[in-house]
């Protein structure tokens, strides 16, 4: 509820003589004269004649005051003004750039929580960033996630991550492509510049990392079957394009198109269902996840293999290990009642990148077709 502003000029020339010329005989008694010959009356009329008039200007905001409060605002937002050539400004220019002013202290100055630190983040990409681009920030207290050599899950106190997720949107408007994550030098850039501007608003003692997403490398491998006869090779590429796409952190990635929302787990019947969509593609008859990784160039290492699943037809020593799984891989799996794999886990500052495996690929109808 907004407060009520007081009228302050509430008493004109006539009101205050009345009042005064009324006080008269308690303060004056032997006073009987109060015509406006009297030298007394004449007083009071000179007085009340100034009285109405600082009265006037006490309701009223002039010029010099709103300089004055500009020059308490701008000390606080840290701007410098030349005042000197305001006295000389419109009042209407003096308007402007004090609600400039006050819509500036209205932004966050500090960063305390994570919603503080995801904006603050974005507002320095937007002003150092030329180009239109895509911009996903995510905050996490007591992580480090740049400590490569060491568990980014253990918690450190007085730390703050920032995950900035950063995409150009130049090609994107393009037809229908992807949009690209910015380059390596143009990342490099928007972490400096938000590591800068973060550094001076964080609390006293925090450290704070600027990283980029981790991602976790899924092999897959997919059993189609199809009526329409189509080479193996470009299933494979149509397949890894479209997955590509939908776990996009990007506009057009995710089931709502939104962008798939950092650290949410896979569930493997929504890649059956995107696979499914395709026109070559009339039911997905069998979907392997074959191995996980966090160094994508390692998912055919032998130590990613998931090993041996329940409900899945799998060829010893080519689609997996006899073996117990690794524990990385155990903490990922997600299982339903009967044993069956039909998730993985993701954590809560990891994406998702797929690899499929072309000599997996099984068209029944393609098979039946070549008889």
Same mark, same amino acid.
């Given at each position: 509820?907004?407060?009520?502003?007081? +009228?302050?000029?509430?008493? *004109?020339?006539?009101?205050?003589?009345?009042?005064?010329?009324?006080?008269?005989?308690?303060?004056?008694?032997?006073?009987? *004269?109060? *015509?406006?010959?009297?030298?007394?009356?004449?007083? !009071?009329?000179?007085?009340?004649?100034?009285?109405?008039?600082?009265?006037?200007?006490?309701?009223?905001?002039?010029?010099?005051?709103?300089? &004055?409060?500009?020059?308490?605002?701008?000390?606080?937002? %840290?701007?410098?003004?030349?005042?000197?050539?305001?006295?000389?400004?419109?009042?209407?220019?003096?308007?402007?750039?004090?609600?400039?002013? !006050?819509?500036?202290?209205?932004?966050?100055?500090?960063?305390?929580?994570?919603?503080?630190?995801?904006?603050?983040?974005?507002?320095? +990409?937007?002003?150092?960033?030329?180009?239109?681009? /895509?911009?996903?920030?995510?905050?996490?207290?007591?992580?480090?996630?740049?400590? +490569?050599?060491?568990?980014?899950?253990?918690?450190?106190? %007085?730390?703050?991550?920032?995950?900035?997720?950063? %995409?150009?949107?130049?090609?994107?408007?393009?037809?229908?492509?992807?949009?690209?994550?910015?380059?390596?030098?143009?990342?490099?850039? $928007?972490?400096?510049?938000?590591?800068?501007?973060?550094?001076?608003?964080?609390?006293?003692?925090?450290?704070?990392?600027? /990283?980029?997403?981790?991602?976790?490398?899924?092999?897959?491998?997919?059993?189609?079957?199809?009526?329409?006869?189509?080479?193996?090779?470009?299933?494979?590429?149509?397949?890894?394009?479209?997955?590509?796409?939908?776990?996009?952190?990007?506009? =057009?990635?995710?089931?709502?198109?939104?962008?798939?929302?950092?650290?949410?787990?896979?569930?493997?019947?929504? @890649?059956?269902?995107?696979?499914?969509?395709?026109?070559? @593609?009339?039911?997905?008859?069998?979907?392997?996840?074959?191995?996980?990784?966090?160094?994508?160039?390692?998912?055919?290492?032998?130590?990613?293999?998931?090993?041996?699943?329940?409900?899945?037809?799998?060829?010893?020593?080519?689609?997996?290990? $006899? =073996?117990?799984?690794?524990?990385?891989?155990?903490?990922?799996? +997600?299982? &339903? %009642?009967?044993?069956?794999?039909?998730?993985?886990?993701?954590?809560?500052?990891?994406?998702?990148? @797929?690899?499929?495996?072309?000599?997996?690929?099984?068209?029944?109808?393609?098979?039946?077709?070549?008889?």
């Amino acid at each position: 509820m907004s407060l009520k502003i007081p +009228i302050l000029d509430d008493r *004109n020339y006539d009101d205050l003589v009345a009042e005064a010329i009324a006080m008269i005989p308690r303060y004056a008694p032997a006073w009987t *004269n109060y *015509n406006a010959s009297d030298p007394g009356i004449t007083l !009071i009329e000179l007085l009340a004649y100034f009285t109405e008039l600082l009265i006037y200007r006490l309701d009223r905001i002039s010029l010099e005051n709103k300089i &004055n409060f500009l020059k308490l605002l701008t000390g606080a937002t %840290g701007t410098c003004t030349d005042f000197d050539q305001l006295k000389t400004a419109s009042l209407d220019e003096i308007d402007a750039l004090l609600k400039k002013t !006050i819509l500036a202290l209205k932004q966050p100055q500090r960063a305390v929580t994570t919603e503080d630190y995801e904006f603050l983040a974005k507002q320095a +990409i937007l002003s150092t960033m030329n180009t239109v681009i /895509a911009v996903k920030t995510h905050c996490f207290f007591s992580k480090n996630l740049n400590a +490569i050599e060491k568990d980014p899950d253990t918690q450190h106190p %007085g730390h703050v991550s920032l995950v900035l997720i950063a %995409g150009e949107t130049a090609l994107a408007t393009e037809g229908n492509k992807l949009i690209q994550e910015v380059s390596h030098n143009a990342y490099k850039t $928007l972490v400096e510049a938000v590591t800068t501007d973060l550094e001076c608003k964080c609390l006293l003692t925090t450290k704070l990392h600027v /990283a980029a997403p981790r991602y976790l490398g899924v092999m897959l491998a997919i059993e189609t079957n199809s009526a329409r006869q189509k080479p193996l090779e470009n299933l494979s590429a149509k397949f890894a394009a479209t997955l590509e796409r939908y776990f996009s952190p990007f506009a =057009g990635g995710g089931r709502e198109g939104k962008g798939w929302p950092l650290g949410r787990h896979l569930q493997l019947s929504e @890649v059956i269902a995107v696979i499914e969509q395709l026109p070559e @593609v009339d039911y997905v008859e069998n979907l392997w996840v074959l191995a996980l990784s966090t160094q994508f160039e390692n998912l055919r290492d032998r130590h990613a293999a998931i090993g041996l699943q329940i409900g899945v037809r799998l060829s010893i020593g080519r689609d997996a290990i $006899l =073996g117990s799984h690794s524990p990385d891989n155990k903490e990922r799996l +997600i299982m &339903n %009642g009967t044993g069956v794999l039909t998730g993985i886990r993701l954590k809560p500052y990891e994406l998702i990148k @797929v690899l499929i495996v072309e000599n997996h690929f099984i068209d029944f109808g393609q098979t039946a077709a070549q008889g």
